[in-house]
């Protein structure tokens, strides 16, 4: 049996491929968006949770990105080889290492901002409002582990 991708085979009734396939275009659009600053969109969202909740462990990093702990842990290393971030093994607990923003990795934040509010409003604006606020709430709050 032979499908067609977006000619009603069944590879386009699966969840997994359509999810991915529109997930890898609009990490293109806030890829590209970002390049200006030499960041991917993974590379942002980790910068940013690390300055919403520094210093923060890599565990907590991995589980609110939803990340295995090695995948979170190979992230953090080029962050942290371009200064972006610090690791620092925790006071409390010397088995945990915590990350936090540098002086560098905040300045990075807030020139990616902006273009990354673009990307935002930008994606918005082609999906529709209603429509992107709607489905970002029901991808956050899908929980089919």
């Known amino acids: 049996m032979t499908t067609q991708s977006r000619g009603g085979g069944a590879i386009d009734l699966c969840y997994a491929t359509t999810l991915r396939r529109a997930s890898r275009r609009i990490s293109q659009r806030y890829d590209h ?19 919403e909740r ?17 995948t979170a842990g190979k992230n953090v290393r080029p962050l942290e080889q371009h200064g972006l971030v610090a690791t620092r ?4 607990d010397r088995r945990i290492r915590t990350i936090a923003l540098t002086d560098a990795g905040a300045d990075l934040i807030a020139r990616a901002l902006p273009l990354w509010r673009d990307a935002q409003r930008d994606t918005e604006v082609q999906i529709g409002a209603a429509l992107a606020t709607d489905l970002r709430e029901r991808l956050r709050d899908l929980d089919i582990g």
Not at 40 to 50: E, I, P, S
């Open 89 to 92: 093994t925790s006071p409390a």
């Open 54 to 70: 520094q210093p923060i462990a890599i565990n907590e990093l991995a589980d609110l990105l939803d990340l295995d702990r090695t």
């Open 33 to 51: 968006a970002l390049a200006p600053v030499g960041l991917r969109a993974t590379q942002f969202a980790m910068l940013v949770t690390v300055q």
